[in-house]
Nanobody, 114 residues
Framework: VQLQASGGGLVQAGGSLRLSCAAS????????MGWYRQAPGKQRELVAL???????SYADSVKGRFTISRDNAKNTQFLQMNSLKPEDTAVYYC?????????WGQGTLVTVSS
């Protein structure tokens, strides 16, 4: 089952976006979930993760600017991205953490202009 992220777009530096990702209850309820991104010419990296009990962890590059959250009742996770920088430009994906290959979707493109 592919997980589909949504909410990307074009934003100016310093702006904000909120990404969403819905998953089936079977996937969502028992797994730590994560947000990943892949910038042009770079490897995909883990940006943030959230455990089933709500504990969070962030990559140093986004700490203090991004917030991951989850709505267990709706099997949905979110990534609130504030103070966006041009280097945040990437395709953003949601998946379990660690990721499961069959869950990779097409991602959602975030473009931050300077």
């Amino acid at each position: 089952v592919q997980l589909q992220a949504s909410g990307g777009g074009l934003v100016q530096a310093g702006g904000s976006l909120r990404l969403s990702c819905a998953a089936s209850g079977r996937i969502f309820s028992i797994n730590t979930m994560g947000w990943y991104r892949q910038a042009p010419g770079k490897q995909r990296e883990l940006v943030a993760l959230i455990t089933t009990d709500g504990s969070t962890s962030y990559a140093d590059s986004v700490k203090g600017r991004f917030t991951i959250s989850r709505d267990n009742a709706k099997n949905t996770q979110f990534l609130q991205m504030n103070s966006l920088k041009p280097e945040d430009t990437a395709v953003y994906y949601c998946n379990t953490a660690p990721p499961i290959n069959s869950h990779w979707g097409q991602g959602t493109l975030v473009t931050v202009s300077s």
